[in-house]
């Protein structure tokens, strides 16, 4: 059984510029969530999806988008970059909706915006 | 709007003292609440999920209980070691809310 994976490891990027990151959900998990932790702070929620659809949405603005694949992957694009975006980003699957089972989180993404 | 507090913020003991870690919430109507250890610049190992009829799970020297009344979680780790060394974080709800995290130091 494979576990969460994103790619991603590191990434660098310019003010301005666009990015995509990817995650591969667990086996047998049919949902998705993204997280935002930035230095010294706990993770905070972006979006969750479900079956391709978002299932909920924290408190980020628009140009933080996101896709769910029929084999349940992920995707999270982050348009405008800015400064304040540098971060981990961790992708975590479950198999349903409100994570009875829990949630597994990846290994993350750590972005740099410069 | 579900606000998770942790407490202590850091913490520093002694390698083999037991010690308890603290996780409360706000809103009481929660489906599960999930603690996870996280490495410096890695990502989240999950330690011990209670779910909402659950009061209590214990994972080796880790035991974690839920008192959803009073808001209320605690991690309670036996004889630690150096290797638990890492920052504990708390998780509650649908859509995971976590606390700021405790940074634990066991030192040799």
């Known amino acids: 059984e494979t576990g969460v994976t994103q790619s991603p490891t590191h990434l660098i990027k310019t003010r301005g510029q666009q990015v995509t990151l990817r995650c591969s959900s667990q086996?047998?998990?049919?949902?998705v969530s993204w997280y935002q932790q930035a230095l010294g702070q706990g993770p905070q929620f972006i979006f969750q999806?479900?079956?391709?659809?978002?299932?909920g949405r924290g408190n980020f603005p628009p140009r933080f988008s996101g896709l769910q694949f029929p084999n349940y992957s992920s995707e999270l694009n982050v348009n405008a970059l800015e400064l304040d975006d540098s971060a981990l980003y961790l992708c975590?699957?479950?198999?349903?909706?409100?994570?009875?089972?829990?949630?597994?989180f990846g290994s993350g993404t750590r972005l740099t915006v410069v | 709007k579900q606000e998770v507090t942790q407490i202590p913020a850091a913490l520093s003991v002694p390698e083999g003292e037991n010690l308890v870690l603290n996780c409360s919430f706000t809103?009481?109507?929660?489906?599960?609440l999930q603690w996870f250890r996280q490495d410096p610049g890695k990502g989240l190992t999950s330690l011990l999920l209670?779910?909402?009829?659950?009061r209590e799970q214990t994972s080796g020297r880790l035991n974690a209980s839920l008192d959803k009344s009073s808001g209320r979680s605690t991690l309670y780790i036996a004889a630690s070691q150096p290797g638990d060394s890492a920052t504990y974080l708390c998780?509650?709800?649908?859509?995971?809310?976590f606390g700021p995290g405790t940074r634990l130091s066991v030192l040799p």
């Open positions: 975590a699957s479950s198999q349903d909706r409100v994570a009875n089972y829990g949630y597994t």
């Open positions: 086996s047998g998990h049919n949902t």
């Open positions: 999806y479900y079956r391709e659809e978002e299932n």
């Open positions: 809103d009481s109507a929660i489906y599960n």
């Open positions: 209670i779910q909402s009829s659950q």
């Open positions: 998780a509650v709800g649908q859509n995971f809310v």
